[in-house]
C-alpha cells in the first residue's frame, strides 16, 4: 500500500515554466510619458508616412518596448493606426519612428 501513494506526488510538466513567470512578471517596463517636443517630432513624422515605405519604428507592446523595421503594408490617418509587415500599431503606441 505504501507504493500507491506515489502516484499522487506533485507532477510539473512543464519544467522551469512557473519560474520563466515568475521572472518575466519582474520585467514589466512602465509605458514611458512622452515630452511636447517628442510628440510635435511622431506627429510631423506621421504626416511623412507612406504605404510601402521601409521604417524602423519602436513601440510599447505587451508591456515593453520593441523594435523592428519592414514596409508599412498598411496605413490610416484617421483612425491612427498603421501596419509593419502585418503588425497592427496604434499611433499612441508609437515611441519613434525612422524613415530609411
Same mark, same amino acid.
Given at each position: 500500500?505504501?507504493?500507491?501513494?506515489?502516484?499522487?506526488?506533485?507532477?510539473?510538466?512543464?519544467?522551469?515554466?512557473?519560474?520563466?513567470?515568475?521572472?518575466?512578471e519582474s520585467?514589466?517596463?512602465?509605458?514611458?510619458?512622452?515630452?511636447?517636443?517628442?510628440?510635435?517630432?511622431?506627429?510631423?513624422?506621421?504626416? @511623412?508616412? +507612406?504605404?510601402?515605405?521601409?521604417?524602423? %519604428?519602436?513601440?510599447?507592446? =505587451?508591456?515593453? #518596448?520593441?523594435?523592428?523595421?519592414?514596409?508599412?503594408?498598411?496605413?490610416?490617418? @484617421?483612425? +491612427?493606426?498603421?501596419?509593419?509587415?502585418? %503588425?497592427?500599431?496604434?499611433? =499612441?503606441?508609437? #515611441?519613434?519612428?525612422v524613415i530609411?
Amino acid at each position: 500500500m505504501v507504493n500507491r501513494a506515489v502516484q499522487f506526488a506533485p507532477f510539473a510538466s512543464l519544467r522551469g515554466y512557473y519560474d520563466m513567470v515568475k521572472a518575466r512578471e519582474s520585467l514589466i517596463e512602465p509605458k514611458k510619458e512622452l515630452t511636447d517636443e517628442q510628440i510635435a517630432q511622431l506627429n510631423m513624422n506621421f504626416s @511623412e508616412l +507612406r504605404k510601402h515605405q521601409s521604417i524602423t %519604428i519602436t513601440w510599447y507592446r =505587451d508591456f515593453e #518596448y520593441t523594435t523592428q523595421t519592414g514596409k508599412i503594408t498598411y496605413l490610416n490617418h @484617421e483612425n +491612427r493606426i498603421l501596419k509593419l509587415d502585418d %503588425i497592427s500599431i496604434k499611433y =499612441d503606441d508609437i #515611441y519613434k519612428v525612422v524613415i530609411n
